[in-house]
DNA sequence: CTTAGTTACGTACAACGTACGTAGTGAGAT
DNA sequence: ATCTCACTACGTACGTTGTACGTAACTAAG
């Protein structure tokens, strides 16, 4: 009976390889490219153990040896593409412009893989790869002359820009992967009921703001602005208030 | 065969009670009360088909007759909680205060009912109490002169921060109620894990901030403080960016 | 009164996470 | 060289989930 301990235990934390026996057929690495590409194909919805296992070529079971339980699972996958980006660059010095591009990146990472954010608010978020991005975005902020408390709740907000824009971006279509119908059905049915309620009166300034003629939503350039709101909220100084 | 389109289709769109037939047990408020009694008692997980109709008092197909699918179901409850806010008292005029204190009673919600950040990322955002609260909003911002796009955008922003913020703070201890362990067992370990690793002098940053010694972090001023700066970001000009 | 649509709900099924047991493997101890 | 035992591999099985489907009872419309 290997691995299915009854105490709390952090993947991170057990070896990788252990000292006897015959050697495991996979790596961490390799299983952890499996469950993306289940989930890159088929949403995070198409990630069972069963799938995972098929993916990789072994019984459902063997998949229990390297990964005691699922959430374990999720935490390889969210640790595997939050090492997909290159870093190794050192900050240019230019922290708001380094933080910018780095949120660039981060929003471009959770667009290919849409799944990405449902899952970072599934999982804890101190892998070995979030914390190489979390000291980077902080590198990032090294010649920004504030306590490091600070710097974290810049950072902090950052990300949480990335994945709010992001997350509320992808959400119709990712989840109408579960549905029987398609997104576009979906978004125009709900258009039409938004429509039918917008014009009972109601709700006046919803309406006046869906009249309002401003084209179609550049989603890029609404994402730029609040990033740059947040980085502008810590280079201004704030006006007293009464 | 009653009540399971294959076409799509929105809850609130479809009417509470048919012409015909006899007349339903339960009303849609019932349901949604119910639901969110048995999410508030044992986290989102616990809110079954089953469990739901149980606390109805009716069998677990029954549900079916008013609820098509479990995401529907769902959607109740985000529109119930949604609608839990009083809302009638007309904005002071003082937008900047009106805003904050709306974004305070959003978050004490969403503390009162821990399943709702993650079940608000799940669901379609404009049920008609979302609705409700999204006019209030902007009527706050009546004094303001600012296109609708960009309040839309101010409000937008203040929604990210709110989610966000409760959404990380309640994580640890909302997942925890799916383990075999406690929050505050899986909490030692992970912070055990973190300790080792920033000792090991890979993320110099990171033990720089932890070793700050600032005291127990005030997680109502950290959100103040994300809050003020948002709402900042739309009262200052922004300084020219070469 | 008829009839057709609605309500109520038991049964059944496929898919899920995973507990458990068994068989085989191979590195360290003797 | 042989023994030993932790480890790997994985089939079987169980409890739980969402929900398709069928049946029986009920009631408003014609």
């Given at each position: 009976?290997?691995?299915r301990p009854?105490?709390?235990?952090v993947?991170?934390?057990?070896p990788?390889?252990?000292?006897?026996?015959?050697?495991?057929?996979?790596?961490?690495?390799?299983?952890?490219?499996?469950?993306?590409?289940?989930?890159?194909?088929?949403?995070?919805?198409?990630v069972?153990?069963?799938?995972?296992?098929?993916?990789l070529g072994?019984?459902?079971m063997?998949?229990?040896?390297?990964v005691?339980?699922k959430?374990?699972?999720?935490?390889l996958?969210?640790?595997?593409?939050?090492?997909e980006?290159?870093?190794?660059?050192?900050?240019?010095g230019d922290?708001r412009?380094?933080?910018?591009?780095?949120?660039h990146?981060?929003?471009?990472?959770m667009?290919a893989?849409p799944?990405m954010a449902?899952l970072?608010?599934?999982?804890y978020?101190?892998?070995?790869n979030?914390?190489?991005?979390?000291?980077?975005?902080l590198?990032?902020?090294?010649?920004l002359d504030?306590?490091y408390?600070?710097k974290?709740?810049?950072v902090?907000?950052?990300?949480?820009v990335v994945?709010?824009?992001?997350?509320?971006?992808?959400?119709?279509?990712?989840?109408a992967?579960?549905?029987?119908?398609?997104?576009?059905?979906e978004?125009?049915?709900?258009i039409?009921y938004?429509?039918?309620?917008?014009?009972?009166?109601?709700y006046p300034?919803?309406a006046a703001a869906?009249?309002?003629?401003s084209?179609?939503?550049?989603?890029?350039?609404?994402?730029?602005r609040?990033?740059a709101?947040?980085?502008?909220?810590?280079?201004?100084?704030r006006?007293?208030?009464p």
């Open positions: 009976m290997a691995g009854a105490e709390p235990h993947i991170w934390a057990r990788e390889r252990a000292g006897r026996g015959p050697k495991p057929a996979f790596s961490r690495a390799d299983i952890a490219a499996a469950a993306v590409r289940v989930a890159d194909a088929g949403g995070i919805d198409a069972t153990m069963r799938q995972v296992a098929a993916e072994c019984g459902t063997s998949l229990y040896n390297y005691p339980r959430e374990d699972l999720y935490e996958m969210a640790d595997r593409v939050a090492g980006y290159d870093l190794p660059e050192k900050p240019s922290w412009a380094d933080l910018t591009a780095l949120a990146r981060a929003r471009a990472m667009r893989h799944w449902r970072m608010s599934a999982v978020g101190f892998s070995p979030a914390m190489r991005y979390l000291e980077h975005s590198a990032c902020l090294d010649a504030l306590p408390g600070e974290m709740e810049l902090a907000m950052v990300n949480g994945t709010t824009y992001v997350a509320n971006e992808l959400q119709t279509a990712e989840r992967r579960s549905l029987p119908w398609s997104a576009e059905q978004h125009a049915v709900r039409a938004m429509g039918r309620e917008i014009a009972s009166g109601r300034r919803l869906f009249a309002e003629d084209g179609p939503i550049d989603l890029d350039a609404v994402f730029d609040a990033l709101r947040v980085l502008d909220s810590f280079t201004t100084r006006p007293e208030n």
